[in-house]
């Protein structure tokens, strides 16, 4: 009995249970639908009809291209309203200076200095490189630096010195005499020493020995008036704001007694006075000097190891020998393979 009991609730059971699972299978079919129904919906308002839209707007727009119509465009381009209105702002307030901002020629002559805009980049302060030289101060900046630094000039070699350096793309610093300025001197040369990257500075007027350090005793009052009168020279031809701090004495500083007057005279007009600490030996006495100009530019190496190895190299060089526009490369050469890097002195 219970077993028949049992088939009816089982019969009654499966029954119910039949039944169940259609109305789950009707709802979740209905929800299949709502969910199919929906997704199409917003297929179809989120990607069909905007297509079709688009496809609409290319349709209406295509007629009117701009190009077919010229006379609208240069129309709406010449705004003659904004140019009626436009005196009748202040105009005094926005002056040309102020509204566009002044395009340098970065490579004329900085103002109030001895290089270009564009040199200042490379030009370090005489007394510091004065002071790294000696090793009285450490050179703090990344790998070595060399000064190629030209005597005497200019002269008729110097445009021979000036094109290679320009074919090296490096810089040099030139210390020229009043006096050849006056001689060789030309706006265009001064124009030149500026506008090719390089810095220039005073080595007094004359190079007279015997007027500048008589009984070899230097005479601070002749080097400053020296040094101003030279400046007044290259100021002729550069123009008033040419101005230079830098000065090497004629035969050096290390040569003259009562070198320390002159160099404070000079020091309270802001001028700094350099000597060197390598050289290419080109004036130096035929028994000493190089015999090939590759020995010219291993001489400069070797010297400025003979005088202590630094950081720094400042190269004393001629442009008034023949020699140096034929020894430069080497020089250059010697010194980029060592790792240097070129600047000028300010
Ligand atoms: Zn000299």
Do not use: C
């Amino acid at each position: 009995m219970d077993e028949h009991i049992y088939r009816r609730n089982s019969f009654k059971q499966r029954e119910k249970m039949r039944k169940k699972r259609k109305r789950r299978k009707i709802f979740f079919s209905s929800v299949g639908v709502v969910l199919v129904l929906g997704a199409g919906g917003l297929f179809l308002k989120n990607t069909l009809l905007p297509m079709i839209y688009k496809v609409e707007d290319s349709f209406e727009k295509a007629p009117e291209p701009e190009a077919e119509n010229p006379g609208e465009t240069a129309k709406i381009e010449e705004l003659p309203e904004v140019k009626e209105f436009t005196p009748k702002r202040p105009a005094e307030k926005i002056t040309p200076e102020k509204a566009v901002p002044e395009v340098k020629d970065l490579k004329r002559l900085k103002e109030g200095s001895n290089h270009s805009y564009e040199a200042s980049a490379y030009a370090y302060d005489t007394a510091d490189v004065k002071a790294w030289m000696r090793g009285k101060k450490d050179f703090e900046g990344e790998g070595k630096l060399a000064f190629l630094t030209f005597d005497d000039g200019p002269h008729k070699n110097t445009e021979k010195v000036l094109d290679v350096l320009k074919r090296r793309n490096v810089p040099g610093t030139f210390f020229l005499l009043g006096d050849t300025v006056e001689k060789n001197g030309t706006p265009e040369l001064m124009a030149r020493y500026i506008q090719e990257g390089h810095g220039i500075a005073v080595h007094s007027y004359s190079h007279d020995y015997g007027y500048l350090y008589p009984g070899r005793s230097a005479r601070a009052d002749r080097i400053v008036e020296e040094y101003e009168k030279t400046r007044s020279q290259i100021r002729g031809l550069l123009g008033e704001g040419f101005d230079t701090h830098v000065f090497r004495f004629p035969g050096g500083s290390m040569s003259w007694k009562n070198i320390e007057e002159a160099q404070s005279a000079l020091l309270s007009e802001g001028i700094v006075d350099i000597d060197w600490n390598s050289m290419s030996g080109d004036a130096e006495p035929k028994n000493r000097r190089p015999a090939t100009p590759e020995a010219m530019g291993q001489y400069a190496m070797k010297t400025f190891k003979d005088n202590g190895d630094r950081k720094v190299a400042v190269i004393l060089m001629h442009d008034v020998q023949n020699a140096t526009p034929e020894y430069l490369d080497h020089l250059i050469d010697e010194f980029e393979e060592a790792g240097f890097a070129f600047g000028i002195l300010k």
